[in-house]
């Protein structure tokens, strides 16, 4: 277990409501695993189903000025 990993995470795609993101899994130049998850922001009024909602400003801002 003493193995260094690397790991890569590129955003995708961002929608007001989703942020689509991949991962890249890496051990030296050996690419092991991949993969992508799209998440949602969303909403938990309490008492009431949650709900998909657009991101605040500040939030896709930071996403933005991360890729």
Do not use: H
Request: hydrophobic letters at 35%.
């Amino acid at each position: 277990y003493e193995d260094i990993l690397e790991i890569t995470i590129t955003v995708i795609q961002r929608n007001p409501r989703s942020l689509t993101t991949q991962y890249e899994f890496r051990r030296g130049p050996t690419l092991i695993a991949t993969g992508e998850m799209k998440t949602v922001y969303c909403l938990m009024p309490e008492g009431s189903p949650m709900r998909s909602a657009e991101m605040p400003a500040e939030v896709a801002a930071r996403i933005d000025g991360a890729t």
